[in-house]
């Protein structure tokens, strides 16, 4: 028997979760790096390689969360994993050397894997099934304005306080985050007997897992090497760092236009809205270097189509497998996104420096041709079984 829950309430205290921690987590850097580098001498590689050494726990840590999931709860893992990041920015403020700040780094990345999108997705999908649909467009709105709201947050604090006294204060808002959080009921994963092949247990499910794997990976490397190198690409463009606002405008209207149109448009069809735009979007990016107004409509449009592999990513694999099972395939599956999102940024900066910044997007360009081919095959395997489905529920 599912939990009773109050989604409007529950969606906007999980949505200000996300909000946050994703604030004092993946986008603090962004705005204390510089503060950093005056002030400790380290150099802006060093400070961002703390962000990829978290994503790459990110990555080792996916297998076991939805065992996590089942013996504690979603509450108590996502609580836990907010608290973590909150203990690691206290840790941060009182590093005085690269190996403390580095661990706190580590510790970070554990927090965030428990707490961030994936594992509050799964305990939502445990509780809601394909109901969840919405609440997880409703959450990635709220977590959507995390840069918009702690970047310029950030900057604001370290104009009045030293960046460790910042630090201090975005612990405590990990309390409040945590206190949030506790709204989610916390129901446990069901306990399954584990499959045979952990990447699939029924025929059909095979081929959609790894197309699955493969599309979500290679997706994020091109959105998150795209969303990293934004400010070289439109200084050169020519145009001022505010278009980069352009990006999260458009990340935010996508995402609303998504809980707008609700179980009109099926995840699969958001899928390949998303990944048939992305090479146009990047020939109008590639155009820049002719027509200047066309940078603009990239960052625009791209936003948007960032804003929408996120929902894609989180919603896809309730039609691809079974809700119950959501949690084990997500935590194995996105393994490979997760090491991309590592490693792209610094890929991202080799192809800018040894292509420029338009020939990087020719590369992105073809990557895009793949990410396109790769949805149209979930597609179709999809509606091949779906056609069995229907013939035998219609049937006398």
Same mark, same amino acid.
């Given at each position: 028997?599912?939990?009773?829950? @109050? ?14 921690? *994703? ?8 705005? /204390? ?7 400790? %001498? ?10 990829? &050494?978290?994503?790459?726990? =990110? ?19 996502? !609580? ?14 009182e590093s005085h ?6 661990? @706190? ?6 927090? !965030? ?5 994936? @594992?509050?997705? @799964? ?5 809601? %099934?394909?109901?969840?649909?919405? !609440? ?24 009045? =306080? ?47 897992? *790894? ?35 352009? *990006?999260?405008?458009?990340?935010t209207g996508a ?35 002719? /027509? ?27 039609? &691809? ?28 900066? %080799? ?10 997007? *020719? ?22 079984h779906s056609l ?9």
């Amino acid at each position: 028997m599912k939990t009773p829950a @109050a989604p409007r309430l529950l969606s906007l205290a999980a949505g200000s979760n996300q909000l946050i921690n *994703w604030g004092i987590s993946f986008y603090m850097p962004g705005t /204390f790096a510089r503060t950093l580098v005056t002030d400790t %001498g380290w150099s802006s590689p060093q400070i961002y390689l703390g962000l990829t &050494l978290a994503m790459l726990v =990110m990555a080792a840590v996916s297998p076991f969360v939805a065992r996590l999931l089942t013996h504690f709860g979603g509450q108590r893992v996502v !609580m836990c994993g907010t608290l973590l990041i909150s203990v690691s920015c206290l840790i941060m403020a009182e590093s005085h050397s690269l190996a403390g700040w580095y661990c @706190a780094w580590l510790l970070a990345g554990v927090g !965030m894997r428990l707490s961030l999108y994936d @594992a509050l997705f @799964a305990s939502l999908v445990n509780l809601y %099934g394909q109901n969840a649909r919405r !609440m997880i467009s409703r959450v990635t709105l709220a977590g959507g304005l995390a840069s918009a709201v702690f970047w310029p947050l950030g900057a604001a604090l370290l104009t009045i =306080m030293s960046w460790r006294e910042a630090l201090l204060i975005y612990a405590l808002f990990g309390l409040v985050s945590a206190a949030l959080i506790r709204e989610l009921p916390n129901q446990t994963l069901a306990v399954r007997t584990p499959p045979k092949n952990p990447v699939a247990t029924r025929p059909h499910e095979r081929l959609n897992a *790894w197309l699955y794997a493969a599309f979500i990976a290679l997706i994020t490397f091109v959105s998150n090497g795209t969303s990293t190198h934004l400010p070289e690409f439109i200084a050169n463009a020519g145009l001022p760092v505010a278009i980069g606002m352009l *990006w999260g405008i458009g990340q935010t209207g996508a995402r609303l236009l998504d809980v707008m149109a609700g179980a009109k448009l099926t995840p699969t069809q958001l899928m390949l809205i998303t990944a048939f735009a992305m090479p146009l979007c990047f020939l109008l990016g590639i155009s820049s270097s002719v /027509f200047i107004e066309s940078a603009a409509g990239f960052v625009l449009g791209y936003g948007a189509i960032n804003g929408l592999v996120t929902i894609v990513k989180a919603t896809l694999p309730l039609e &691809l497998f079974a809700p119950e099972d959501y949690a084990q395939r997500t935590g194995l599956l996105l393994i490979p996104a997760q090491l991309m999102a590592a490693i792209s940024p610094f890929a991202y900066a %080799g192809l800018n420096k040894a292509l420029g910044v338009i020939g990087s997007m *020719w590369v992105s360009w073809g990557l895009t041709l793949i990410i396109g081919g790769l949805a149209a095959g979930i597609a179709v395997k999809q509606k091949q079984h779906s056609l069995p489905a229907q013939a035998e529920s219609t049937a006398p």
